[in-house]
Structure formats: C-alpha cells, structure tokens
C-alpha cells in the first residue's frame, strides 16, 4: 500500500523533476529530517537548490514565495501547521491574492501554499485548528483541500504545475497515514473529472438515496463511514459528494445530487459558524428554494482542547453525523 | 550607467515636484480617487538611486511611490491616468495611487509587506543567476513592521542581491520618530550583518554617490546591502492632515533638494528645463483627462483559470 503522505512526497519529487522553476520552501523541510510531517522528505537531498529550510518566519516565507512567483518560479511554500497561516495572512489575501488582478492583468503569481490542518491528535488549540474557512471568502485565492480518494500526487502537481493563481493546499493530518486512492468494493465512486475534481459515492445496489452528505478532507472518512452504519443500522441511504476545491465555490457537484434528495447535511471540521456548510446551504438554497432542507454538522464553538475526551467532544464524530441524518432523513 | 550629467539630474527631479505639486493642487477639483502620498521633498533619493539601476533590475516601491515609479521610467501620462481612474492608467485604474505595476516596477499600500516580496525576487534573480538586482524602497514607519525583520535576516542568511533603501523622512503619517522607533535604523541591519550606509543628505549629488557603492556591492553578489537616506518632506502624509510645525518645514526648506542642484545649472539651461517639465506635466494630465474612464466591462475575474 502506498499512503497519502507518501503520494504527496513523490507528487513533490516529480514537480521539482518536471520543472526547474518548482522550488519547495519551509521550516525545518531539509533532510534527515525532512519536514514536521515528512512530506518534503528525501527532497532536499535530490534538490538542494531548490528545496530550501528557512527560519521560522511564515509571514516572511510566504512573502518570498509571492516575490518568487512574481519572478517566474513556482514555489510552494510549506507552513508547518496551518495554524500559523494567520501569522502570513497579510502575504497571502493582501498581496498574492491581489497582485494580478490590482495589476490589470501584467503579472501572475502561481503559488501553492501547502498545510497540514485539523485535530484529533490532542495538539491542543493552537495547532488542531481547521482554519481554511477563514480564507475561502477571499477573492482571487483558490483553496483546494486533499482527499484520500484518488491520487494526491495528482492532486499536488495540478496545483503546483498547471496552476497560475494563488492556492491554498489543504492537507488534513489525519488523511497523511492512510491508503491513497482508497479502494472501496461497497461503494461506487465517481470523479467529475474537474481540474480540481469532486468525488461522488453511494453504496453499491442501494435505492435511490434519501438525503447528501456533503464533506472534504478527513470529514469525508467520516462521512463515509457514516452513510455505511446508515444504510445498515437504520436504513436511510445517502449519498457523499467530496469537493476537493473549497474555494472558488462550485456549484454543480452537489446541486446534481441534491436535486435528486432535496436534503443537505454538511461536515466540517471547522465551527459551524459562518463556515464552509453555511456557504453551501446557501449556495444550494439559492438555487433550490423551498425544495432544501440542510443541516450542518462541525466543530463546537470553542478553541480545540488538548485532552483526548475533551477534544472528542468538541470536534465532530460519526455519531454526530449519524444524529444529523437521521433527523433530517425524519423531517418532513 | 554612466556619470549623470547635472541638467539630467535636475529635470529628474523637477518632473517628481512638478508631478507632485500638480496633483495636491488639482485634488481638491475632484480630478482624482481616493488619496495619494506624495513625495514632494524626497526627489533627490528616487533619482540618486536609480540612476544606477540596469533596465532589467526590479524596483520595489511602497504607497509614496510616485517619485520611484517617474524615476524607473514609468510614463508621467500613465500615472496622471491611474490617478483619475482612466482606461490608460498604468494598471487600468485598478491600482490607483499606491499600486502600480509596469514592467518590473512593483508598488503596493500596505507598509513592510513588500520586502518579503522584494527579497523573494531577490531569490528568484539568485537561482536564476540573472545578475538582475532588486531595490527595495522602504521608510523610517515601514521599520514597525515585524516582517521587515524576517525578510532583513533572510536576504543576509541567503545572501540576496537587494539593496534596502529607508528613506528617512522622519515622520510615520503623524508621528514623529522619536515617538516611533527604538535604537537607530542601522542598527537594524547591523544586527543581520548587513551593511549599511548612511547619508545625511537632500543633495543628489551626495546621495548618487553614496548609493553607487551601496549598489557596487549588491552586484558583486556577495548579499544584500542598505542604504539609509535623511531626508524630509515637504507637504502632508497625504493630502490636507499635516499637523507639524510650520516653522519646522520652513527650516527643511533650506535643505530643498531643487534648490540646491538648482545652483549647478546655467540660468538658461535650467529655464529650459523648467519650460520642458511644465509642458511635460500640463500635457500629461491633459492627456489623462481627456482619455475615457476605466470601463467596468473590462473587469476580469479574481482568478485566471474558471472552476
């Protein structure tokens, strides 16, 4: 078996083979050890020119990848914990979200920041948080969040190479350990063979379904998982529609689906609040009016806590999910 | 670059004054969006500097930068046309006063976060073995900012082609600096190992050759250099929010930097100049007046590739 972290690490690698203007950016990135995560790892020892270990500045960092894209190279710059993202906040919605547009078009700046997100490893506030939602209302940013379904070499090299705009690379850290492109026997999976594409799973041979999930990232494990316990402990089938680009919003994947269940329920990680569910319930309800009914599962409103039946509490669980459908699957 | 010829200085720095000088008078018409931040007083630095600069090298600027943008070369007609929103503004009238973009000429409004950028394209002219260099023009307000000091440590450790120019105008929009800034300024760069010049000065000549070595330097590859100019200026942070004291500006004037490379030119030569630079300016904003506003059809999306 291949892993998630492992794809991304030979996604890196034939980035920086295909082209001599990919060059890779953090802390602590530089061989033996080769990144927090490991994704970058082996990669300083093939490029020592163009994988660079900086210091702790991720302002500073993402700054120097906006100067780098600016001048033709196409970096991707690696923020240990997407926690630390707000410390490059400036760099990424005021200056590399703009510079194309604000200059009529003249320059482009194609840069892939890459992040390891979410919990559930008792990291404690400061470095469990899903924070992407705080940055898909920015125009001119394009946030792509990795999935275990499909290839997430693939998924990295059409940001990193076939990309001219500013991205944001969501990783969650929990999705680094598993099998990349799932093979799913109960389960017909389907891509939409978009540039950033959404996947779309029903269990195989089940009726038509009562209700869609929608997910990204580790909450679409989740979210998988739950619409199996649904179609057996209860009965009620589901569909799962997993966007992978969180931002610009993209209608179609989930409005083919809903128009079939005219019932929505978004998991996310992050707190529900004006979050990435609300967005879609509000995309989805615009264009299906009284036919929608949605509920939205996520975090609690809380900073995340370190010990693990507190944190357990706070972030969102397949019986959370369980609960939600089953409501909304009983509504009217 | 060769020497500068006296007369090439003084008709640099008189179209930055008489551009300048232009705008403040005209703002009040309603010609003109938003606000500006001119840099009339300042004149001396732009164009000491960046006689030095190659065609290919980058210039770096931030939201006074007018003067470094009609020193780079950028089109004085452009600028005016920016400024009132037109169609042929230098960036269409989407930039505005502070945002200006043409060839490898950068501005942008928020203070500090540009020299992250411009050591990131020091970066990028490194691995390119480009022998381009980047000037970064930054201020006495900008050295608040945190990020200023990650980029100063990067493009030492890294040893970057950028030159850091501050220009030290004494005043961050209100405040004057010893209200702002702890230590001395280069100190600040001593502290990375890079090295610094000073030059107390409005003279352009001074300032051309002081920068010359600062620059010197930078290209022979061996990292990053700075350059620190004190210098002041003469109209408001913007335009009417000027709360210093009208005998302190009075004393400056002495010091203006016009006046004294005026003083270097024959009375006829220099009356020529003076004729060439205001038609110059006049023609300019006429031009831009006369020119269609920016079209609301031509707005493109935020991003270059649709979903």
Redesign the interface.
């Known amino acids: 078996m291949t892993s998630v972290l492992e794809r991304l690490n030979q996604g890196l690698l034939a980035c920086l083979q295909a082209s001599g203007q990919v060059?890779v950016l953090g802390e602590d990135l530089v061989d033996p050890y080769g990144g927090a995560f490991k994704v970058t790892h082996g990669l300083s020892t093939r490029f020592p020119?163009?994988v660079?270990g900086?210091?702790v500045?991720e302002?500073?960092?993402?700054?120097?990848?906006?100067?780098?894209?600016?001048?033709?190279?196409r970096?991707v710059v690696e923020i240990m914990f997407g926690d630390f993202l707000m410390l490059a906040g400036?760099?990424l919605l005021?200056?590399a979200?703009k510079?194309?547009?604000?200059?009529?078009?003249?320059?482009?700046v194609p840069l892939v920041v890459r992040t390891p997100m979410g919990g559930r490893r008792g990291y404690g506030p400061t470095h469990s948080q899903s924070l992407e939602k705080h940055f898909l209302g920015a125009?001119?940013l394009?946030t792509v969040a990795l999935t275990a379904l499909g290839d997430p070499a693939q998924q990295l090299e059409q940001a990193v190479l076939r990309?001219?705009?500013p991205l944001l690379f969501v990783e969650h850290k929990l999705l680094y350990a598993l099998q990349a492109g799932l093979e799913l026997p109960e389960f017909d999976l389907q891509q939409d063979g978009?540039?950033y594409p959404a996947y779309h799973l029903r269990l195989r041979g089940a009726p038509p379904p009562a209700l869609t999930l929608a997910a990204y990232g580790y909450s679409a494990e989740l979210a998988r998982q739950a619409i199996f316990d649904l179609a057996y402990q209860y009965e009620i089938f589901a569909d799962l529609v997993v966007p992978t680009?969180l931002s610009?919003f993209?209608d179609p994947p989930l409005l083919e689906s809903l128009s079939q269940t005219g019932r929505l329920l978004t998991v996310e990680e992050g707190s529900t609040r004006l979050g990435w569910g609300a967005e879609c319930v509000a995309r989805m309800t615009e264009r299906l009016g009284p036919n929608l009914r949605a509920v939205r599962v996520g975090a609690a409103e809380t900073p995340i806590p370190a010990a693990g039946s507190l944190e357990a509490a706070t972030l969102p669980q397949v019986e959370d999910i369980l609960d939600a459908a089953r409501r909304l699957a009983g509504s009217p | 670059m060769g020497q500068a010829s006296h007369e090439e200085l003084y008709r640099g720095m008189l179209r930055i004054r008489r551009f300048e000088e232009t705008v403040l008078e005209q703002f009040p018409r309603g010609e003109f969006y938003g606000t500006t931040h001119t840099y009339i007083g300042q004149e001396a630095d732009a164009v000491g500097v960046l006689h030095w600069l190659n065609a290919e090298d980058i210039v770096v600027s931030n939201h006074r930068c007018h003067g470094h943008f009609l020193a780079y070369g950028g089109s004085m007609h452009g600028l005016a046309a920016e400024l009132m929103g037109r169609a042929s503004g230098v960036c269409g009238g989407r930039g505005g006063s502070q945002h200006l973009q043409w060839r490898a000429f950068y501005a942008n409004g928020i203070l500090g976060g540009t020299v992250p950028l411009a050591t990131g394209m020091a970066l990028a002219e490194k691995l390119a073995a480009s022998g381009r260099i980047i000037f970064s023009f930054i201020g006495d307000g900008t050295l608040g900012e945190g990020v200023v000091y990650e980029s100063f440590n990067m493009a030492a450790l890294w040893q970057l082609p950028v030159l850091f120019v501050v220009e030290n105008n004494r005043y961050a929009q209100s405040t004057p600096i010893e209200r702002n800034l702890a230590g001395t300024i280069e100190g600040r760069f001593e502290a990375f190992g890079i090295p610094v010049d000073t030059v107390e000065t409005t003279d352009v000549l001074t300032i051309l050759e002081s920068a010359q070595k600062a620059i010197a330097r930078v290209r022979s590859g061996t990292g990053p250099a700075a350059l620190v100019i004190q210098t002041y200026r003469f109209a408001p942070h913007s335009k009417g929010d000027d709360t210093r004291d009208p005998a302190e500006i009075e004393r400056y004037r002495e010091l203006d930097p016009l006046t004294i490379h005026a003083e270097r030119i024959e009375p006829a030569e220099r009356s020529r100049i003076e004729q060439d630079v205001e038609q110059e300016v006049a023609a300019a904003f006429e031009a831009a007046r006369a020119d269609p506003p920016a079209d609301p059809g031509t707005i493109t999306p935020a991003l270059v590739e649709a979903p």
């Open positions: 060059v020119e163009r660079l900086s210091p500045s302002a500073g960092i993402v700054g120097i990848g906006v100067g780098l894209a600016l001048r033709g190279f970096p400036d760099q005021n200056h979200a510079l194309r547009w604000m200059s009529n078009d003249q320059v482009t125009p001119g394009r990309n001219d705009d978009r540039r680009q610009p993209d």
